[in-house]
């Protein structure tokens, strides 16, 4: 059974930090890119990063770029996202997806081409 866990969402005061942990089970996570996508209320799913299956290569989404880091360990069965610098806009339920019937639905950050999802961990940037 594929899952993944989000966790290590919080409040954070602008300009602060937050790493996002993905942990995996019930597949070969080194076999597959994985994205982050997140969600403000009221707003649509919004591509974050987007993991090659070896941590070779990322993409970011333009709201996060140069601020956002994702990384993984496949010996953990875990995919991180650093987030610096943080802004109240970045405010959303984040979420880690796999693309797990193919594709390249990840490196374009689409997220309707994912098929497996987290519940998500809430973040909260706020003074």
């Known amino acids: 059974q594929v899952q993944l866990v989000e966790s290590g969402g919080g409040l954070a005061q602008p300009g602060g930090s937050l790493r996002l942990s993905c942990t995996t089970s019930?597949?070969?996570?080194?076999?597959?890119?994985i994205a982050w996508f997140r969600q403000a209320p009221g707003q649509s799913r919004e591509g974050v990063s987007c993991?090659?299956?070896?941590?070779?290569?990322?993409v970011y989404g333009d709201s996060v770029k140069g601020r956002f880091t994702t990384s993984r360990d496949n010996a953990k069965k875990t995919i991180y996202l650093q987030m610096n610098s943080l802004r109240p806009e970045d405010t959303a339920v984040y979420y880690c997806?796999?693309?797990?019937?193919?594709?390249?639905?990840?490196?374009?950050?689409?997220?309707?081409?994912?098929?497996?999802w987290g519940k998500g961990t809430p973040v909260t940037v706020s003074s």
């Open positions: 019930g597949f070969a996570v080194e076999m597959f890119p």
């Open positions: 997806a796999v693309e797990y019937y193919g594709g390249d639905g990840c490196m374009r950050l689409r997220h309707y081409n994912m098929d497996y």
């Open positions: 993991i090659g299956k070896d941590g070779g290569a990322t």
